[in-house]
């Protein structure tokens, strides 16, 4: 809607009683403007608001030192309305996209008292019956916050509605014809839709704040700290007990099941795609990482934060949506989906042209995913499959095995599980797609780190705990994150990606029997060689074509830099390509996404970074990686369908990078699928939102 001078007079063109207003871009232009003779005006600063209670300079006269004085004191004026938050910086958004002008206002002097009034009760979004008000709504397609004297509009600003009043009166004026529903869509943000999708505290909660973290997964709750996976799951099950937040230094694959019963989780380690975070986004489970004033002990079974020290069953609250941490049980407010979100939806599926999928892999986050309007799967991680906790003992039996044999023999009696896991899944998509990812993480995060666990699993296994000591040396790697994990695994254990490929196909078969037809495609992680898809698609496509009824495509996740450059060939061996952007990140700017969080504050005060970009893709060197990949892979099949599936794949800037490089689609946590929605739509509109 642009400077309050621009809004005035679309009001007055459309036959609005308006106060005439001049506008002058700086004291030189005003003074010339004014002339020697003017008397009787009001004299402001472009950006600051117009209220009944603010200062306003009346100029008798603009001869000698009259004009001076009222700039000065017009100056002071606005030094307060801003300490007051009722003045805008130059050049801040005006919450339109615009950005205030640094300039000065004249307008008549008011003769009678100024009374704002709004377009939308701030409650419900409903009129507010006021006739002028309504019109310059009508007129600026917009719910408005206007100042008025005698019948005469002398300011007009956008009126800040909480979402779910803002989309009441988005849906009333769409469908009473003073805007469209594409007007509509620019008006909406991210964060309006984070705001209803989530619990949050309530209004002066974060007041109490005594430690800040990475807020890696949106909503607040309080509950009962626990520092142990086992004492989480049994207190999380026992009735009455009330919520837990499981607290931990760093989450690992052992944890699953805690976070899965938990009501949040606290890490003092990690980053946007730790691992705590990745599984409480899809469980929809607030997260709070990186929280480097915690102080977690777990043998004495103490938090400490600063000089407030916590014990096993204290109350803590977390706020996974700005990364606070609260001591005791905060308020929080529930969120309430309403009839107009859904019908905002379905203004965003009628103008997007990317399919909106989700990264979801059990049934709980799969239907979550659809019930959010997920239009398939398109990241199904296959690693949870194994940390189930009836068969996370034969998986660690099947990692410590020492032969081809011992594996093969673990992995046969698994199959029927993981094949139940996957029927599951097919069943609840009821013929959606699905892609699954074969096992990608290293496999020692498999494994217990603590000596007491290690001890427990020697035990348990019958090795004996030196075989099972060396076994975990010998799985031991400098780096992880770059070493034998993704289609590497698969290359050098073929066994493992065989037998998920036949639990797989024997899934589908089941899901035909009862009347569901899968749609189910195989992405070979970390892929950066033609070579690495060749090697396995030879192992793997007989046995996805021994179910002749069964289609199965086999793709690549593009997530290393060489791939994106060698597109073009590894492209001839694959029917998609899936773009995993959390490591191509993480390998382009060779930066840690789990350690990035103790530097990434000071470089962007710095100015070396515009955003965290493990959060927003990084749109020159990653997303000339991408565009490369695109464009390469396009040459060896003009078709190849083209996804985006990292942590960015909901944030709208990302989405609509992905979008202009000609993707297919985007996936993202189920939770934020609606956001994916909203966002795709706003990159299939164009332009400025």
């Known amino acids: 809607m642009g400077l309050v001078t621009d809004r005035l007079n679309r009001l007055a ?6 106060s005439a207003v001049r506008y002058f871009a700086d004291e030189d232009a005003l003074r010339a403007g004014l002339g020697a003779h003017e008397h009787g005006i009001s004299l ?13 300079t ?4 603009a001869l000698g030192s009259g004009l001076d ?14 300490m007051l938050g009722l003045a805008d910086a130059g050049g801040a958004d005006q919450g339109d996209g615009a950005a205030a002008s640094i300039g000065w206002i004249v307008q008549e002097t008011p003769t009678a008292t100024l009374v704002e009034v709004d377009s939308r009760d701030a409650a419900s979004g409903a009129p507010t019956g006021h006739d002028l008000v309504a019109q310059a709504e009508a007129a600026l397609g917009r719910p408005l916050k206007l100042t008025i004297a005698e019948g005469v509009i002398f300011d007009v600003e956008p009126l800040n509605l909480a979402s779910q009043a803002k989309f009441a009166a988005l ?46 997964s949106p909503g607040a709750v309080a509950g009962r700290i626990y520092f142990l996976a086992r004492d989480a799951i049994d207190v999380a099950q026992t009735s009455g007990a009330g919520p837990v937040l499981l607290v931990r230094k760093e989450t690992t694959p052992e944890d699953i099941r805690a976070i899965t019963v938990a009501a949040g989780v606290v890490t003092r380690a990690g980053g946007m795609t730790s691992h705590a975070a990745v599984i409480a986004r899809g469980l929809g489970k607030p997260c709070v990482v990186g929280v480097r004033e915690m102080d977690v002990d777990p043998e004495t079974r103490t938090l400490r934060i600063g000089d407030q020290l916590f014990y096993e069953g204290d109350w803590l609250t977390i706020d996974g949506s700005s990364g606070l941490v609260l001591p005791g049980r905060v308020e929080t407010q529930e969120p309430n989906l309403s009839e107009a979100f859904d019908k905002i939806m379905g203004w965003c599926d009628a103008t997007r042209s990317m399919d909106v999928l989700a990264n979801a892999e ?19 991680r296959t690693e949870h499959m194994f940390l189930n906790a009836e068969r996370l003992g034969d998986v660690q039996k099947m990692i410590l095995a020492e032969t081809i044999e011992a594996r093969e023999a673990v992995l046969k009696e698994l199959e029927p599980l993981v094949q139940a896991e996957f029927l599951r899944l097919l069943l609840v998509l009821q013929g959606k797609p699905v892609t699954v990812r074969l096992l990608d993480p290293p496999l020692h995060e498999f494994l217990p780190t603590e000596s007491g666990e290690i001890e427990q699993l020697a035990e348990t296994t019958g090795l004996g705990l030196l075989r099972v000591q060396r076994r975990l040396e010998a799985l031991r790697e400098a780096n992880p994150m770059m070493g034998l994990r993704g289609c590497r695994l698969g290359i050098m254990f073929p066994e493992i990606y065989e037998s998920q490929v036949r639990a797989l ?14 749609r189910v495609d195989i992405m070979l992680p970390l892929i950066s060689s033609a070579s690495e898809v060749t090697i396995l698609r030879e192992r793997l496509e007989p046995i996805a074509a021994e179910d002749a009824s069964q289609a199965i495509g086999i793709g690549a996740m593009i997530e290393t830099p060489r791939a994106c450059l060698r597109a073009e060939e590894i492209a001839r061996g694959c029917d998609f390509f899936s773009f995993g952007t959390n490591d191509l990140t993480q390998l382009a700017f060779g930066l840690s996404r789990d350690d990035a969080g103790t530097f990434m504050p000071e470089y962007r005060n ?4 515009a955003y965290n970009p493990f959060r927003v893709l990084d749109d020159q060197g990653v997303g000339e990686l991408l565009a490369i990949a695109v464009e390469r892979g396009r040459i060896t099949r003009q078709d190849m369908p083209m996804a985006l599936c990292g942590e960015q794949g909901a944030e709208p800037e990302s989405v609509r990078l992905a979008h202009d490089l000609g993707f297919n689609s985007v996936s993202c946590s189920p939770y934020r699928v609606p956001i994916a929605r909203l966002a795709a739509a706003q990159a299939a509109l164009g332009g400025e939102r």
């Open 505 to 518: 196909v024997a899934a589908c078969r089941q899901a035909r029997k009862q009347g569901v037809e899968p």
């Open 362 to 380: 059990t049934v709980a986050e799969v239907e979550l995913a659809l019930r959010f309007g997920a239009e398939g799967i398109g990241l199904c």
């Open 171 to 216: 849906v009333d004026m769409v469908e009473n014809g003073s805007l469209s529903e594409t007007e509509g869509l620019r008006l909406i943000s991210a964060p309006d839709l984070e705001e209803l999708l989530h619990p949050r505290l309530a209004p002066g909660g974060e007041n109490l704040t005594i430690a800040r973290g990475i807020n890696a």
């Open 44 to 56: 402001r600063y472009e950006g600051a608001r117009l209220r009944s209670a603010s200062p306003l």
């Open 13 to 18: 063109k459309a036959g609005l009683p308006v």
């Open 69 to 82: 004085t009222a700039l000065d004191a017009q100056k002071q004026a606005l030094e307060r309305a801003r």
């Open 58 to 61: 009346v100029i008798e006269s």
């Open 606 to 609: 710095l100015g070396l970074l």
